[in-house]
């Protein structure tokens, strides 16, 4: 005789996630280049005002870069907290700090203050990546994974062109006026907390599991010259054209604007390539990038430097989830936060790190352009490098566990 006992209870289904989870964590994505860009065309109002603070001409620049530098130096911390508590936790957490901390400019009237919430910014930004980074790779797997971190790509560099104008245009009423862009995070809180959820992992480990050391540590170090290669153009382009005597605001939007589609348009190609090697697909966005840098270096009027500009893009479009997909797509959900924490600080070091070395390279070869054909030299070494470092073993790139 049979009991209540012995009917069988169903396992509840895997929630699934769609459309809606994806468009919020790609929002998320965009405030980390948010930092980046936004309050660039304001820089020099803000030298202006605060002409009268001692090394005003060093500090102010800190302001737009000191969030890329904390990024890379509390990323993995970021990774490691959202291993051992919880990714959806901390990234609601994050958005509320990032705004309140996003906006403290537009009422701080010391310098070192505002430097000081901005790398609460950038504490922010870490967090926000690697945890919306980490729930697409959660939510997703296979070629859906591999196409929606290159999508995440592709957004991040359409933001950061709206972002760019955006903030060039509310800049117009006044250096702080960018900051209330900022608020833009608490629109995301209301939606993620009721949208996203956290993964369940099969068995919660006693302590958590060591990370693969040796598949994440050739990726991460080929990811900081990556990030060295990546951000060189987005910064200096418009010195390349001042140099060139080209003063028109316009003028460099466009070029800027043209390099920027370019870079989508490589980011946008991952999805279709995502079913080859790395060993195949970092020597070509290497590749691209060496020769379009290359091309900049020789080019002596406006027209040539767009076609470098270009052409180092699509590169470097597809440069970024290429490098991502191949240091996190083996790891284990327990691995996962931490691994992808530990590939955003070392992307984000090469690209606070890189136009000190461009102007390095500058210094040393007699001008900028002669410093990013050394960029060129270093990008076409990688190119090689990576076709020696990649066993053929490694796994098409959307193959996951």
């Known amino acids: 005789m049979s009991s209540h006992l012995d009917i069988p209870v169903e396992t509840p289904p895997r929630r699934q996630a769609g459309p809606a989870q994806l468009a919020l964590l790609l929002a998320g994505s965009c405030l980390a280049v ?25 500090l102010v620049p800190i302001v737009l870069t000191i969030p890329a530098l904390v990024i890379g130096l509390t990323a993995p911390f970021a990774g490691l907290v959202i291993d051992a508590i919880d990714r959806k936790r901390l990234l609601i957490v994050a958005l509320v700090v990032y705004a309140i901390a996003g906006t403290a400019p537009l009422y701080l009237s010391s310098l070192g203050a505002i430097i000081a919430s901005r790398a609460v910014v950038g504490l922010c930004e870490a967090a926000i990546m690697t945890c919306c980074t980490t729930l697409i790779a959660d939510y997703w797997s296979g070629p859906d994974r591999s196409r929606y971190l290159g999508l995440q790509t592709l957004t991040a560099t359409v ?4 972002f760019l104008a955006l903030g060039g245009a509310l800049g117009s009423a006044g250096w702080r006026t960018p900051f209330w862009v900022y608020l833009v995070a608490l629109v995301l809180v209301v939606p993620m907390a009721k949208l996203l959820w956290q993964p369940a992992a099969e068995a919660k480990p006693a302590r958590l599991p060591p990370l693969p050391w ?39 939007g466009g070029v800027s604007a043209a390099m920027s589609l370019a870079t989508a348009a490589g980011s946008a190609s991952f999805a279709k390539l995502s079913g080859r090697r790395p060993r195949t697909l970092l020597p070509i966005a290497f590749g691209l990038a060496a020769v379009g840098l290359a091309i ?35 790891l284990r959900f327990e691995q996962r936060g931490r691994g992808t924490g530990l590939w955003t600080g070392f992307l984000f070091v090469g690209e606070f790190a890189s136009p000190l070395l461009v102007a390095a390279f500058g210094a040393a070869a007699g001008g900028l352009q002669p410093g990013l054909g050394v960029l060129a030299l270093v990008a076409a070494a990688l190119a090689v490098v990576t076709l020696l470092v990649v066993p053929r073993s490694a796994a098409p790139l959307n193959v996951t566990e």
Request: charged letters at 10%.
């Open 34 to 58: 948010l930092g980046a860009v936004l309050i660039a065309p304001v820089l020099p109002k803000m030298e202006d005002h605060f002409a009268g603070v001692a090394g005003a001409d060093v």
């Open 296 to 330: 900049v270096f020789a080019a002596g009027n406006v027209a040539v430097v767009t076609v470098g500009a270009m052409v180092t893009g699509a590169g470097t479009g597809l440069l970024l989830p290429v490098l991502l997909t191949w240091a996190t797509n083996r």
């Open 214 to 252: 040796r598949s994440l540590l050739v990726p991460c170090l080929v990811t900081l010259v990556g990030g060295v290669v990546f951000y060189a153009l987005v910064v200096q382009l418009s010195f390349v054209l001042d140099d060139l005597g080209v003063t028109s605001s316009a003028a460099i």
């Open 159 to 162: 933001a950061a062109t709206v």
